[in-house]
């Protein structure tokens, strides 16, 4: 199964942010950065359409509080 797969099954299924941010420390964990962990959830964010939308979702949510949590402390987020 691959980050994506992986991630957005747990996503859909309403799995803890904690599991979420887990799913990204193992396969981006030796990203210090963040960057391509960042990049991949990116990705997924355009991929589930939230760039052409506004509108609020739990599911959206979820994504971009993983995404600001890389985003400010690198792909080993806590």
Do not use: C, N
Request: proline share 3%; hydrophobic share 35%; no cysteine.
């Amino acid at each position: 199964m691959s980050f994506k797969q992986e991630f957005l099954a747990a996503l859909h299924s309403g799995k803890d942010p904690e599991v979420l941010l887990e799913i990204v420390r193992r396969y981006h964990g030796g990203d210090e950065t963040g960057k391509q962990a960042y990049e991949g959830l990116e990705e997924l964010w355009r991929d589930l359409g939230f760039e052409e939308s506004d509108q609020d979702s739990p599911l959206r949510d979820e994504l971009e509080y993983v995404m600001e949590q890389v985003w400010y402390f690198g792909a080993d987020a806590k």
